[in-house]
């Protein structure tokens, strides 16, 4: 037998309201299996059903349809305390008349455990999430990164072994956020616990998770590792949502080995390596993401050539972003390094060729 999945859900589907007052589900027959161990994003769009996925997880919602099963163990009818699961929600809702130690012991305490069980195991959560030596403060006397912290301790102390974690980043700062990403994902290393973590800003969910489930409309579009989804995103949805990318209708001139050559506007040509099942005179849609795309000066006079000017540049740092205007109404997005100096290398106005490598073409699904 293999090893058990920490969460199955099985063709779970939500409707809010009556069944007088039926709408369109919140969730529409999601399937979806976590293993035990994983650092596990739920990733999508504001309002696309993620914080409903966890609430069903947890217990605080019921399906309409479907089960969630935890460790083999179907959770139909348990209420969220006899769960394996804890909950860190976006707001962090600590108890405000409370020191930091009793609202971390708050959970043991209401499972009736003794009292020296609780003082060790609340001081073993607060040494990993380094709050050591703030445990007699109160909560309004701890900044929010701090604040945090105690809320994911808290949800820490009753040893859960599944942690889902709503958007529990969102209200700190951007060097804070970036800071608790990868003490975030130390901590489920060292524990060792599944964690399940909504968000809706990918590179969060690009940087930490071991996998991501890309939800969208209430329905899973993609599960897989970061480096899948971004570079092998299975529709116009997922390529659009995680990071930036080109969109470039095209369509197929000819097939050459598994890839084809495609014709975009009048008369460009883009080779494409990968080219799945289209066939001829098919039209298909094309993403390239803007860092593999690249600019060169315009070469011989071929027309089967992307040549475009740059409408205009935006430097960020790190790298410039230009915006090239290419014949038939086609504009595409470049990201390239600057130059020795930090300076851009390109101007407004001028004229470019643009290169795609035909690995970096992905032809998608609708
Ligand atoms: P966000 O990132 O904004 O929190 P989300 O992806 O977590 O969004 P949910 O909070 O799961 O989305 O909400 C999904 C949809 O379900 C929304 O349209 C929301 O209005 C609706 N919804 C959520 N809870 C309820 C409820 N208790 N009753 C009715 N509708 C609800």
Same mark, same amino acid.
Do not use: W
């Given at each position: ?8 859900? /099985?063709? %779970? ?9 039926? #709408?369109?589900? $919140? *969730?529409?027959? &999601?399937? !979806? =299996? ?74 043991? /305490?209401? %499972? ?9 195991? #609340?001081?073993? $959560? *607060?040494?990993? &999430?380094? !709050? =050591? ?234």
């Amino acid at each position: 037998m293999g090893q058990q999945s920490a969460v199955e859900i /099985r063709r %779970l589907t939500k409707v809010f309201g009556t069944p007088a007052t039926e #709408s369109t589900p $919140v *969730l529409n027959d &999601v399937s !979806l =299996t976590i293993e035990d161990n994983e650092f596990f994003t739920l990733l999508g769009p504001s309002g696309c059903g993620k914080t409903t996925l966890l609430r069903l997880t947890a217990g605080f919602e019921q399906p309409t349809k479907g089960s969630v099963i935890l460790f083999g163990r179907h959770m139909e009818g348990l209420a969220p305390d006899a769960r394996p699961v804890n909950t860190v929600f976006q707001s962090y809702m600590l108890f405000p008349h409370m020191t930091v130690e009793e609202n971390v012991g708050f959970g043991l /305490r209401m %499972l009736g455990r003794p009292a020296a069980e609780i003082k060790r195991r #609340s001081r073993h $959560v *607060l040494s990993l &999430v380094r !709050l =050591t030596g703030l445990e007699n403060r109160s909560p309004h006397q701890l900044s929010g990164g701090q604040q945090q912290r105690v809320a994911l301790a808290r949800a820490l102390a009753p040893a859960p072994r599944v942690l889902l974690l709503d958007e529990p980043l969102s209200a700190l700062d951007l060097k804070l956020r970036h800071q608790m990403r990868g003490e975030l994902k130390t901590l489920q290393r060292e524990t060792g616990i599944t964690f399940v973590f909504v968000t809706h800003d990918q590179d969060e969910a690009l940087t930490m998770s071991d996998r991501i489930a890309v939800l969208g409309n209430g329905t899973i579009h993609q599960v897989g590792t970061p480096v899948d989804v971004y570079e092998n995103p299975v529709n116009r949805f997922v390529a659009g949502f995680v990071g930036e990318t080109n969109f470039i209708d095209a369509v197929i001139e000819r097939r050459s080995g598994a890839g084809a050559i495609c014709r975009i506007g009048e008369n460009c040509r883009l080779a494409v390596e990968s080219s799945g099942k289209a066939t001829v005179g098919e039209a298909v849609i094309l993403s390239v993401r803007p860092e593999k795309l690249r600019l060169e000066p315009i070469g011989q006079d071929d027309p089967e050539q992307l040549i475009g000017r740059i409408a205009n540049r935006n430097y960020g740092g790190a790298g410039t972003a230009y915006q090239v205007d290419v014949k038939g109404g086609i504009s595409l997005l470049v990201h390239e390094g600057n130059d020795v100096a930090g300076r851009p290398r390109l101007q407004e106005g001028e004229a470019v060729r643009i290169v795609v490598p035909p690995k970096a073409v992905r032809m998608l699904e609708g």
